[in-house]
């Protein structure tokens, strides 16, 4: 009995230390395993989504400019991150479902571009941070009291037009106009507060801005030939998810009309606007990318102050010029650092 309780004590032994070195080799392997990820300055890997309320050219450069950023950090989907994207195509039952699924997920982080996506993410997704892009103004969109003091799991780039800039554009190519056109949508309410940003901007210029409400497609092509004949010197439409959606139709109402268009989005100027002075979108999802990155790192969206879009665009076209016979002086061209 002796023999055999000092052979068990002799094998109890043998696993112990063989544990401990089991132990001791898997650490040393987990130590070597992160000085090698460190040495090769790896990252972890991100689950990321953005969301999209619709199909716009502001919310394609947006997300244009998000990848854009990642890029350049050197950053590979599917390497070193995942983005999951949803796109509820302008229906709000079909973003308040998105909202329910994203908010059933953990996420490293949530990007999403327009105020409607964000107002519905705010209220549901809770246990992952937020950073919004192509929100006009995040204050009257609910989401703080200020840039530097807001909802504590969101943080995000504000793309509030130029909407001096475009207005004081207008009126050195049309110097005796006296009023211009726009179509808003009352159910988005950054639309409404663009409206009136306009309408001021115009007052500030002696300019009266008459603006038509839409709430579907249909209803942004009827006001947009309702428009042409208020007397409008010029259309100049501001940003919206709907209108921004459907900018060719009330292009289209322009040109048909004769009356020169002039808008706040870059593509326009390819679709035949007369000028633009646009955010860049596409620096505005850059942007977003930044903040995306110290939120990543562990920085928390409360500490980050919201940030205006850091460019804006100003753009002419010769040829729509031409076709709606305006000149463009060179008082335009020198002071937005245009060419002719």
């Known amino acids: 009995m002796k023999v055999f309780s000092g052979i068990a004590k002799a094998f109890l032994a043998l696993v112990m230390v063989s544990a401990i070195l089991l132990v001791s080799d898997l650490n040393n392997r987990n130590s070597a395993r992160e000085r090698s990820d460190d040495e090769k300055g790896e990252t972890r890997f991100y689950k990321i989504c953005l969301v999209h309320y619709v199909d716009s050219p502001n919310s394609e450069e947006c997300e244009e400019g998000v990848r854009a950023f990642f890029e350049d950090q050197g950053w590979e989907e ?14 709000m039952s079909t973003l308040n479902s998105i909202a329910g699924t994203v908010s059933s997920q953990r996420w490293d982080l949530v990007m999403a571009s327009s105020t409607p996506t964000n107002q519905v993410l705010v209220k549901k997704v809770t246990e992952s941070p937020i950073v919004f892009i192509n929100v006009g103004d995040p204050i009257i969109a609910g989401f703080g009291d200020s ?29 005796n106009i006296k009023r211009i056109g726009t ?13 009136e940003r306009l309408e001021e901007a115009a007052s500030d210029a ?5 603006s038509i409400p839409a709430a579907s497609v249909t209803e942004v092509a009827d006001a947009a030939i309702s428009l042409s004949s208020r007397k409008i010197g010029a259309y100049c439409q501001i940003s919206d998810n709907l ?46 990318g930044r903040m995306a990155k110290d939120v ?3 920085k928390s969206p409360g500490t980050i102050p919201f940030e205006y879009v850091t460019k804006t665009i100003y753009r002419v076209n010769n040829t729509a010029a031409t076709f709606y016979k305006v000149e463009l002086p060179k008082k335009l061209l020198s002071k937005y650092n245009l060419t002719k």
């Open 78 to 91: 599917d390497t070193d991150f995942s983005l999951q994207v949803y796109n509820s195509q302008g229906d």
């Open 147 to 175: 840039f530097e003091q807001h909802l504590p799991n969101i943080t995000g780039i504000s793309t509030m037009s130029d909407f001096a800039g475009l207005v004081d554009m207008i009126t050195i190519i049309h110097p």
């Open 183 to 195: 179509v808003f949508t009352p159910a988005e309410i950054n639309s409404v507060a663009y409206k």
């Open 206 to 210: 002696g300019i009266e801005l008459i």
């Open 243 to 288: 209108t921004a959606s459907c900018s060719a139709t009330i292009i289209k109402a322009s040109r048909d009309a004769r009356i020169p268009y002039y808008g706040f989005i870059t593509k326009q100027i390819d679709q035949g606007a007369v000028a633009v002075a646009a955010r860049d979108y596409h620096q505005a999802g850059y942007d977003a």
């Open 296 to 298: 990543l790192e562990g």
